[in-house]
């Protein structure tokens, strides 16, 4: 069982945190010589296999690593350029890393702003007053869990279908922005988080979670 990640969001819809505690990704690793029998072509920002499918890469997957040096965008960690190292013969032998692309920090603004009118959409489509919003939604690989509180902060947990205590996970997090972020002189309400303690407490509660799966009784 696992906690993905958890992502905070202000009353207007803007991402103001985004942790990543464990991301699941079907990688496949291979060494291949000159010259490669796959094709890779460049698409918003990242290298992707474009044809050619075999020992667990697939089209789409992205190149995460050249000689287990990581890749970003289009760039070796090193800052070489992939589509151009990977061009040159004298390179080869080269162990190439390939999976599903990672979200860019745009991206997540992006799912963050979306979730937020899913949220209100949800809202408005209800036969009651009053309603909540998403509370939860459900995937076969993993669960969506949000809580609001009263003043609209948004706090949302992606984790295993399995993992138990998300619902005391979730108002863990509220405390420890009350305490950590809300208290923090230097922090600006509705703006991203950027508090050292804030980002401690909450990885310790997440590593409490996965590992007891319970805050307290109601979990």
Known sequence: MAIFSVYVVNKAGGLIY??????????????????????????DERVLVAFGQRDGIRVGHAVLAIN????????????????????NPANYPVSIRFGRPRLTSNEKLMLASMFHSLFA???????????????????????LHCFQTLTGIKFVVLADPRQAGIDS???????????????????????PIRCE??????????????????FGPGS
Do not use: C, W
């Open 18 to 43: 985004q942790h990543d505690s464990y991301a699941p990704r079907a990688e496949a690793e291979k060494t291949f010589s000159y010259p490669l029998d796959l094709l890779l072509k460049l698409h």
């Open 68 to 87: 287990g040096i990581d890749v970003n965008g289009k760039y070796t960690a090193d800052g070489k350029e992939v589509l151009e190292y990977l061009g």
């Open 121 to 143: 959409i949800g809202s408005q489509l209800s036969p009651e007053q009053g309603s909540s919003g998403i509370e939860m939604l459900e995937t076969d690989t993993f669960k």
């Open 169 to 191: 996970l979730l108002r863990k997090i509220y405390e420890i922005y009350s305490d950590f972020a809300l208290k923090n002189p230097f922090y600006s309400l509705e703006m």
């Open 197 to 214: 303690l804030f980002d401690q407490n909450l990885k310790l509660a997440l590593e409490v979670a996965e590992k007891a799966g319970t």
